[in-house]
């Protein structure tokens, strides 16, 4: 658990950061404009959530749309936040923050403040914290234009160059990411998830507006983060508090409130890049072996079954969901961390796995997937989100609270056997004639109860389908000398083009020995 920092409250506190050259007013000399000191506390951000959920919605206002949109990917890249002026670039954080330029594809200003001693104080925008080109058409945005988004930088005392490297970055609507032990971004996560493929609506995509960071006692590890949400069906709060250890933790408190019915409104939103993998890859489509941020949808119910779902690129959008009680956690993972399976240098091998802990009690809802198709890995086509089981009204209040481990592997490893590999080919025996309709399947696990195992006992795959006939069924040890490490194998006949759930897990007698892996099938034949 994250020992949790004190808030500056005190005037104790706020007198000692005064004296130690860390006020409003140092910032300020450091060549940060700050606006004028306001009263500020998580209680009253729910209460301002809450009173604008009550009125209409007002989109915020881009400061100059013409000149933004100017701004393409190739002029916002020359664009450049200077790290001397980084907040707390000389503490008492040990995290600098820097702050992203607003550009053609982000329009929405945000506004940063500085909270110390239960006052807020804004940054103001100014064209000279960044570098820029003499011709960038960022110059002609007026003053306190706003900012994009911003970053936490590396520790200022620690082995990496604090200047050059960063692990956290919200940037986008309600977007934030943050990297792992492997030190590569890949996945995101967002603050809500509003009508995501939801027929005959389009998707809302709420915005961070305002954003306020916590002063920490110097020697702090952590950062505290609030955001206020606001959209057209939504307002909201949210509170971070954020860890750089050997993974990234987040500590997020929630509390949205409704201006309008919501038909599907996802809570602790991942969002994911699958292409191809290993288990199914279209030919020539691509040099490389594999394309995706993550491979699969792992869950930990609240009974205590642990789950592994392949993740798909399907025909068409598909939504599963998968209904539970007080789930114990879910996350998008990347299991495979072999380098020669991608061969890239964007080292997809490194991307993190996303796990989310649930805090308190979360009720009945499930956990939802949806499956986008894609053509190319520059498209988020994966969404993972919690959905309460009863509709969303306006006038309704939810709070959640969860930890999400940005980490290599889930945080709480299942002691059951994992799912290291779902293979797909033609049906039948090698050197017959191949039957039609027919697909194998050959899925792989490993883990310790397959190492336990008597010799000659061959542990028994306990199969089912929503539809169609198994043949062929076999279950072997991998003939590669790694303990625990087996593969089963079996066919399955059907007929159609509609998806077919398939399940299966193994199991020695009573004893189950491995995960369940689902597996959505879609006949191609």
């Not at 909201?236 to 993974?247: I, K, L, P, S």
């Not at 609240?302 to 068409?316: A, D, F, K, Q, T």
């Amino acid at each position: 658990m994250i020992n949790r920092r004190r808030f500056l409250q005190t005037a104790t506190a706020t007198a000692a950061l005064a004296a130690q050259g860390f006020s409003g007013e140092a910032l300020a000399q450091q060549g940060l404009k700050m606006g004028a000191p306001a009263p500020f506390s998580f209680d009253d951000l729910k209460k301002r959530a809450q009173d604008m959920a009550g009125s209409p919605y007002v989109a915020p206002q881009s400061p100059s749309p013409e000149v933004l949109y100017q701004i393409d990917y190739d002029a916002h890249g020359k664009i450049r936040f200077k790290t001397d002026l980084a907040l707390w670039a000389n503490g008492p954080s040990e995290f600098p923050v820097t702050f992203f330029h607003m550009g053609r594809f982000f329009q929405k200003p945000v506004r940063m403040h500085v909270v110390e001693g239960g006052q807020a104080r804004e940054i103001i925008y100014d064209s000279d914290y960044f570098d820029m080109p003499a011709d960038s058409p960022a110059r002609k945005l007026p003053d306190n234009s706003g900012f994009a988004g911003f970053r936490f930088q590396e520790a200022r005392t620690g082995k990496l160059d604090w200047r050059k490297n960063d692990w956290v970055a919200f940037l986008g609507a309600s977007y934030f990411r943050a990297i792992g032990e492997l030190y590569q971004y890949g996945l995101s996560a967002r603050g809500l998830a509003v009508d995501v493929a939801v027929f005959g609506k389009n998707e809302e995509f709420p915005d961070f507006t305002h954003v306020y960071f916590e002063t920490p006692q110097p020697g702090a590890n952590t950062v505290t983060v609030y955001a206020l949400l606001d959209g057209p069906s939504v307002a909201g709060t949210y509170r971070f508090v954020m860890q750089r250890a050997a993974a990234v933790i987040m500590d997020i408190d929630s509390a949205v409130y409704m201006r309008q019915d919501v038909s599907r409104l996802g809570l602790a939103p991942l969002t994911s890049m699958y292409w191809y993998s290993e288990k199914s890859k279209a030919t020539a489509i691509d040099w490389r072996p594999e394309i995706h941020d993550s491979d699969g949808l792992a869950m930990w119910t609240g009974s205590g079954e642990r789950i592994w779902r392949p993740l798909n690129n399907p025909p068409r959008i598909i939504t599963s969901a998968f209904t539970d009680e007080n789930p114990k956690g879910f996350g998008l993972l990347q299991r495979d961390r072999n380098f020669d399976h991608f061969l890239d240098g964007v080292y997809y091998d490194r991307r993190p796995s996303l796990w989310i802990e649930p805090q308190g009690t979360w009720g009945r809802g499930s956990i939802q997937l949806v499956e986008i198709p894609t053509d190319d890995e520059i498209h988020d086509n994966v969404v993972a989100m919690w959905v309460p089981a009863e509709p969303v009204r306006a006038g309704q209040a939810l709070e959640l609270r969860y930890r999400m481990h940005w980490a290599a592997e889930e945080p709480y490893p299942t002691p059951l056997a994992r799912v290291v590999a779902t293979r797909l080919g033609n049906g039948g025996q090698a050197g017959t004639n191949r039957p039609k309709g027919v697909r194998k399947f050959m899925v792989e696990f490993i883990g310790q109860p397959l190492t336990r195992l008597p010799s000659g006992v061959i542990p028994k795959p306990v199969l089912s389908a929503s539809r169609g006939e198994f043949s062929n069924i076999l279950t072997e040890a991998v003939p590669n000398n790694v303990p625990g490490h087996w593969r089963t194998q079996f066919d399955l006949a059907v007929t159609g083009t509609e998806p077919v759930e398939m399940r299966c897990y193994l199991r020695n007698e009573n004893e189950v020995l491995s995960e369940t892996w689902l597996y959505q099938y879609h006949p191609t034949f």
